[in-house]
Structure formats: structure tokens, C-alpha cells
């Protein structure tokens, strides 16, 4: 047993969300106690002490939308004369082309480097939505053995899409298929399946009917992206639908607990259809801003009784910046700077931790009794007073995952004192370099 002492401990549970001088006990795989240091040392006289010296230990963060694959795009050459101009631009002439270029080295090292960069901003969970249109069968495979090294918690899935054919959407399908199978066989404390797809307008009708059946047959959720761009929209109106929702909801697609990404042009009415089919909806405010596609009316949609989550979409593995982004956002495009804050704290903290505990099975993202030790420690004094009313303020001013210091999942340590311990860090950085430049050649 191991006793973590001195620091302040943002605990996330409603009881006592803020302990000052707070201690954690971690026993195996489980938090079994916590409260106040002095108090814990007395009662556990046999624990390991160790003083984490007035840092923050709070819960390991959960990612709800992101893409490992995306990690060789950082800093590389579209080789193209004219830049994307939109959206829809953007898709073609990077991620199309970048997914269809993939090999399973580039799947594998891409997905190692963003489990360690997780690892380094203190983010324990991760949902991945992964596309390799050059390397489809076994890919979620090559992902899981990664994931399944790195030690961290992972709900993956393959975008199914019909924008490179028939043939390949058809074996994308089989991909979701032999990997649900697949689970079944693997440690699903850490690893869990999801059916993914890509969006509404790269996808036919017949293939949703398809990815319903799957979903209903294997009683497993769905992950997609939805009105990311105004196109979804205009797509399904074109197709005879009302709107988007109206489309998804009539082919099945709205499976409850499936997680709809975006949500960006999605009417109230949406918003409203979503909730009542219990569909997340998970909000990725850098990749909105990056794309130029707008902004989700936040507000609008809690107040539809939507479960909304946070997720980073690629743009990096810290959700400390993505929530700050988010608070930001809803406050300059709302010109309104009481908007963000509370609802931002609702999104990450509650809505994530519940979204991970349906996947999962597991009390994740919370300090308690009992919970699975997914814990972190961030090297951060704060300079003004910190307590139950204010914490999340310290949380956006504050945090950010440079300040991790110590990830611990399931009572693994897998970073200490900044050092990763798992994934022989060094040299695998050096071989993500070395794939990323061969990748490039071939991009
Ligand atoms: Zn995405």
C-alpha cells in the first residue's frame, strides 16, 4: 500500500471535492482510502509515505473524441499549390490522403508517441476513432497492442466510410466486426470496442443499415462524426431527410450510448432528438476554431438535457488546453463573459466521467472509495486560495499538462517525477521520428 501525503486533493466527488493537506491511499489496483494526511498516516501506520510536497492529485483526465493516426500530420508538407480553403478541403487534402498512406508501422509508432504524450499531460482514458484506408484489416489490432502496452484505458473503433468505395466501407465494417469478437478475448479493463464511422456525408444509406445491424447484433455503441461542417446538413437534406438527425435517427444510427462528435450546425430540435435517444455529444473546441466550422451553442445544448463530453480530436492529448479552450470559445463567440465555467466543468468533469464509466464499467474519473487507482499528480502551487467554490478556476487559469508529474492507471505508475516508465520512452520517440520520416516520403 502506498500512501501519497501533503498535497491538495481535488477529488471530483460532490462530498469533499477539496481536501487541503490531503492524502490517497492506493492499494493494488483500487484508491482505497483518502482524506486528510495526518489522519491517514495514523490510521495505515504499515503504508509506504510518500510526501508529494503541496501538489495537486486529482483523477486521471478522459479524452472522449481522438485520433492517434493524426499524430504524423504535426509540421508536414501538404505538397499542394493551393492550400486547403475549407473544411471539406481540408478532409481531402490531408486526412484522406494521410489515411489512405498509412501502413501498420506508421499506425503503430503514431499511436505509441500520442500514448506517451497522454501519459505526459495526465490524460488516462482515451476514446480513439481510427482511419487507415491503406491498412484496414487488423489495424484496431496494431492499436490495442500499443494501447495494451502503454497501460492506459482505450475505447477504439474504425471509421467506416464510403468515400474510398464499396469494397473498402465493406471491410471497414469487418474491421469494427472481428474486433468486437476480438475484445471479447482481451482484458476489457482497458480495452473496450466501439462501431466507428466516419460522418454522414461520406456514407449511403444501405451502409448505415448495414452498421445498424452490426451495432444491434453485437449490442455495441457507435462513435461518428456529426455537423461537424454545415455538409452533414446539406447532405441529408439533399437525400430526402429532414436534417441530420432526422437521417440518423430513421437508419438506426442513434443507438444509445453512442457518441455523436461535434455537433457544430445541429438545430435544438437536434439537440433535443440526441438526448432523448441518450447519444452523447462530445465537443472539440481547438479542432472547431482550427477548421473554421463555428461553435456549438453549449448553453443550448445542456439545457436540452444533452450529455455533452470534451475531446481534443487530434489537436493534442492535454485536456488541460482543451478545456481552457473551451471556456474561451463559448465566451467570444457568445460575446458573453459569464458563458463557459460552470458548464465547461460540467462537460469535462461529469459528463466525461460518465461517459468512461458506461464504456468501462468502472467509477473512472472520480476520487473515491473503491475507484480504480487512475490518478495524477500535477507540480502546481497555487498562488492565490484554493477550495470547493473555486477550484475549477485554478483548473483553466491554472493547470496545464506540462504540470503533470506523476500518471498512475490501475496502480501502475507510468510517469514519476516526469519520467516515463513505460514504453522504453527514449527509443521509442527516436522510432516515431524515424517512421514519420519515411511516411513523409511516401505522403
Ligand atoms: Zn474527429
Keep these: 500500500m502506498k500512501l501519497y501525503g501533503n498535497g491538495v486533493l481535488i477529488t471530483l466527488n460532490s462530498k469533499d471535492p477539496v481536501i487541503k493537506d490531503g492524502a490517497i491511499l492506493i492499494d493494488d489496483d483500487i484508491i482505497k482510502d483518502y482524506g486528510k494526511t495526518e489522519s491517514l498516516k495514523r490510521k495505515y501506520p504499515k503504508a509506504e509515505y510518500l510526501d508529494v510536497e503541496g501538489k495537486v492529485i486529482m483523477p486521471g483526465m478522459i479524452n472522449s473524441h481522438m485520433h492517434f493516426y493524426s499524430t504524423f500530420a504535426r509540421g508536414m508538407d501538404l505538397k499542394t499549390d493551393i492550400p486547403p480553403q475549407n473544411f471539406e478541403e481540408i478532409l481531402e487534402k490531408l486526412w484522406w490522403r494521410l489515411d489512405e498512406t498509412m501502413n501498420s508501422e506508421d499506425i503503430y509508432y503514431s499511436t505509441l508517441y500520442a500514448l506517451i504524450d497522454s501519459i505526459r499531460n495526465g490524460t488516462t482514458t482515451i476514446f480513439d476513432h481510427h482511419a487507415s484506408y491503406g491498412y484496414i484489416e487488423s489495424s484496431l489490432d496494431v492499436i490495442a497492442e500499443a494501447v495494451t502496452k502503454s497501460n492506459l484505458r482505450a475505447n477504439l473503433s474504425y471509421e ?7 469494397e473498402k466501407s465493406k471491410k471497414a465494417i ?3 466486426k472481428r474486433f468486437i469478437n476480438r475484445t471479447k478475448s482481451l482484458n476489457n479493463d482497458f480495452i473496450t470496442p466501439s462501431i466507428g464511422l466516419h460522418a454522414s456525408f461520406t456514407l449511403e444509406d444501405e451502409t448505415l443499415k448495414e452498421v445498424a445491424e452490426l451495432a444491434e447484433s453485437t449490442n455495441t455503441p457507435m462513435h461518428f462524426h456529426a455537423a461537424e461542417g454545415a455538409i452533414d446538413e446539406i447532405n441529408s437534406r439533399k437525400r430526402g431527410y429532414k436534417n441530420l438527425a432526422d437521417r440518423l435517427e430513421k437508419l438506426n444510427i442513434l443507438k444509445k450510448d453512442s457518441l455523436a462528435i461535434h455537433g457544430v450546425h445541429l438545430s435544438e430540435a437536434e439537440y433535443q432528438i440526441l438526448a432523448e435517444n441518450d447519444v452523447y455529444l462530445i465537443h472539440n473546441p481547438e479542432s472547431n476554431m482550427g477548421n473554421a466550422v463555428g461553435a456549438i451553442n453549449l448553453k443550448k445544448a445542456l439545457d436540452k438535457d444533452l450529455t455533452v463530453g470534451l475531446g481534443t480530436d487530434g489537436y493534442t492529448t492535454d485536456m488541460f488546453e482543451s478545456i481552457n479552450v473551451a471556456d474561451l470559445l463559448q465566451k467570444h463567440d457568445n460575446s458573453d463573459p459569464n458563458l463557459g465555467g460552470d458548464d ?5 468533469f461529469e459528463n466525461n466521467r460518465k461517459i468512461a464509466q458506461k464504456y468501462f ?3 473512472l474519473g472520480i476520487i473515491e472509495k473503491n475507484a480504480p487507482a487512475d490518478v495524477i499528480m500535477l507540480d502546481y502551487k497555487a498562488p492565490t486560495p484554493i477550495n470547493k467554490d473555486n477550484y475549477f478556476y485554478h483548473v483553466v487559469f491554472g493547470f496545464n499538462g506540462g504540470l503533470v508529474d506523476t ?5 501502475n505508475v507510468l510517469m514519476e517525477n516526469q519520467e516515463v516508465k513505460v514504453l522504453d520512452y527514449e527509443k521509442t520517440i527516436q522510432k516515431c521520428q524515424k517512421q514519420a520520416r519515411d511516411f513523409w516520403k511516401r505522403f
Design 361 to 363: 464499467d468502472k467509477k
Design 407 to 411: 500518471t498512475i492507471v490501475n496502480g
Design 344 to 348: 465547461i466543468r460540467k462537460i469535462v
Design 174 to 176: 469487418e474491421e469494427n
Design 160 to 166: 467506416i466510410s464510403d468515400r474510398h468505395g464499396k
